[in-house]
């Protein structure tokens, strides 16, 4: 048979097991506060330099087709059709296949014409 002792002390005194808990429960909230009021009073400009690094990350100058069609928001396979009828320009290295930003952001402003091919 196993017997055991356990015995709550706060600041070197033994309580009964309602005052540990109670003191216990205070200190979580205090410290929850503490925590919340601290995530409350971040100052904007922290946030905004955060946003600001983000911002100035270095964009690919080239994509692959399938990133191409998630930014255009289109099918692989009509990025495909835009390549063969020379809406988007394409470059090859090896066996990939990859769209040059410039013609993804020419076709995300100026849309597709049914009539004219558009070659930059």
Known sequence: MLNVEIRLVISGREVPL???TEAFMADVRRAVREE???AQHLTPVKNL???EQHEHKAQ???VPKREAARLL???L???DNYIGLKVIRSVRLGRRVLVPMSS???VASKGVSRW???IE
């Open 77 to 79: 396979r009509t990025v």
């Open 49 to 51: 330099a955060v946003t």
């Open 60 to 62: 690919p100058l080239v």
């Open 18 to 20: 309602d005052s540990f």
């Open 73 to 75: 928001g289109v099918s």
């Open 36 to 38: 919340i009021d601290r």
């Open 104 to 106: 993804v952001r020419n």
């Open 116 to 118: 004219r091919r558009v």
